[in-house]
């Protein structure tokens, strides 16, 4: 079993910044990728951002260029950095490690961006 723990969510006005954690109980290098999703009410659970254990980036188009994702693999920590923020981008935002034997779901923290 993997615990994931996001951290890092709050109330930012629009144009501001945050910075996502999640930190993960078992070692991060041996997942295939490390993501971000975000979930409003009603609503699925969508891709923001992932990156793989090599390093490569993938981000959803409505956040490239204001997001960036990134792991810290001697803290199992992975990383959202999120700027410009936009109303639009409030939501509960969840970490999610892929292993290759299953994937494991923080229970997310939520993101409010006042307009």
């Known amino acids: 079993q993997v615990q994931l723990v996001e951290s890092g969510g709050g109330l930012v006005q629009a144009g501001g910044s945050l910075r996502l954690s999640c930190a993960a109980s078992?070692?991060?290098?041996?997942?295939?990728?490390m993501g971000w999703y975000r979930q409003t009410p009603g609503n699925q659970r969508d891709l923001v951002a992932s990156?793989?254990?090599?390093?490569?980036?993938n981000y959803v188009g409505s956040v490239k260029g204001r997001f960036t994702i990134s792991r810290d693999n001697a803290k199992n920590t992975v990383y959202l950095q999120m700027e410009s923020l936009k109303p639009e981008d409030t939501a509960v935002y969840y970490c999610?490690?892929?292993?290759?034997?299953?994937?494991?779901w923080g229970k997310g923290t939520l993101v409010t961006v006042s307009s």
């Open positions: 078992r070692n991060i290098r041996t997942a295939d990728a």
């Open positions: 990156i793989t254990t090599g390093g490569q980036t």
């Open positions: 999610r490690a892929d292993f290759p034997w299953r994937n494991f």
